[in-house]
């Protein structure tokens, strides 16, 4: 399996935050009765390895007893600080900001690169990072991995994206609505998530200026890890220890995969698109 280095900060094998909150079965639940709250929203392709551990038993070989918690549109560093949840999965980019503030998070392994393209319309005359100078662009959330993305893409270019003085205007979108909003010259790019990034790059022949999957350095660097809270490693290292082996197998099986695991996606109803294209995204990361 074919897992990259990530360039700066993130990954040693356990990465410990300071504690808020208190989970009060981490301290007092021997680990054969311990019972796993997963994180797992409704989310796109870049899942994956932890929708095929759930879905083809690794969790369940590991000896983990586990429930899937959905919290739908809600916030997954949220749920990690209310103790909603004790484990997940996500896009590094967007743990950033809260692990400085104290999110009790440790992330326990990367899974894959990709995920993320930034895609402006042929027609618009912009054709690299240095030309958004001055444009709005459109991502889910301001504080999210792809608004980290294109902030990190657009200060390498030179161009300042500092709070007080930024020279590109970020604006909110609903995932699946920025590529209608892209089209429709609301916003002069959008920085967005496959399958809805790839989908809407074939189907409206959109100009893909940044792709995480093979632009550089982040074609280098991981954009998935896995994660549990800080309690839980503290307190019941085995299963933590457990719950990342499982992904990290289903990790390797997805790039052994993509097809089965394009099918377990949409069949399962985690994410939308046909089996034939979401394969081949997968198989890029």
């Not at 019972?35 to 038993?57: D, F, S, T, W």
């Not at 007080?164 to 604006?171: H, Q």
């Amino acid at each position: 399996m074919i897992i990259k280095k990530m360039a700066a900060v993130l990954l040693s094998s356990l990465m410990i935050i300071s504690v808020v909150g208190c989970d009060t079965q981490s301290n007092n639940v021997p680990d054969d009765e311990y019972v796993l709250k997963i994180g797992e929203p409704v989310v796109g392709l870049c899942h994956a390895p932890l929708q095929v551990a759930m879905e083809k038993g690794y969790l369940d070989e590991e000896g983990i007893k586990w429930e899937r918690v959905d919290f739908g549109s809600g916030d997954i560093q949220a749920a990690l600080g209310a103790v909603s949840i004790n484990c997940g999965f996500g896009l590094v980019g967007k743990f950033v900001q809260p692990i400085e503030n104290g999110l009790n998070m440790v992330m326990t392994a990367g899974m894959h690169t990709g995920c993320t393209k930034i895609l402006v319309d042929d027609d618009s005359g912009i054709e690299s990072i240095e030309d958004l100078k001055g444009k709005t662009i459109a991502v889910a959330s301001l504080a999210g991995s792809e608004a980290v993305t294109a902030k990190r893409a657009l200060a390498a270019a030179g161009i300042d994206v500092s709070a007080g003085n930024s020279e590109v205007e970020f604006v909110t979108y609903n995932v699946n609505d920025q590529p209608a909003a892209l089209i429709n010259n609301a916003v002069d790019a959008i920085e967005t998530s496959d399958p809805v990034a790839t989908s809407a790059e074939r189907e409206y022949g959109l100009t893909v200026l940044l792709d995480t999957a093979v632009t550089e350095p982040y074609a280098s660097e991981y954009c998935c890890v896995s994660f549990v809270s800080q309690e839980l490693a503290e307190n019941h290292p085995k299963i933590a220890a457990a719950y990342t082996r499982a992904v990290l197998k289903a990790s390797a099986w997805v790039e052994e995969h993509p097809e089965e695991t394009a099918a377990i996606q949409i069949n399962g109803e985690y994410v939308s698109g046909d089996v034939e294209t979401n394969a081949v995204i997968l198989a890029s990361y």
